[in-house]
């Protein structure tokens, strides 16, 4: 099955700017709707984006809309979210998967985003 590699992590001050990348193992990764997700502490996994194969329907949590912005370099296997204006709150572990249920892979360890303030 295709493997995940999820990268970006980095301590940043409130308002500064990160890019995460998620990188898959196959080609065939990009035909499916990928999506990122975060679990802060104490919190469960939620919803942050998606973004479907062609990279023309994007979905964003009211949280982050206006400040992230998911996209995709199908060439490289790669899905992208940039996340500016940070907050404190969106401190978390980031992961990506496909966001349709039955073909998601085991979640991984993510990637770290910390959020001074």
């Known amino acids: 099955q295709v493997q995940l590699v999820e990268s970006g992590v980095g301590l940043v001050q409130a308002g500064g700017s990160l890019r995460l990348s998620c990188a898959a193992s196959?080609?065939?990764?990009?035909?499916?709707?990928i999506g990122w997700f975060r679990q802060a502490p104490g919190k469960e996994r939620e919803f942050v984006a998606s973004i479907n194969w062609s990279g023309t329907n994007t979905r964003y949590a009211d949280s982050v809309k206006g400040r992230f912005t998911i996209s995709r370099n199908n060439a490289r296997y790669t899905v992208y979210l940039e996340m500016n204006s940070l907050k404190p709150e969106d401190t978390a572990v980031y992961f990506c998967?496909?966001?349709?249920?039955?073909?998601?892979?085991?979640w991984g360890q993510g990637t770290q985003v910390t959020v001074s303030s």
């Open positions: 998967n496909r966001e349709i249920t039955r073909l998601q892979i085991p």
């Open positions: 196959e080609r065939t990764f990009s035909a499916y709707t």
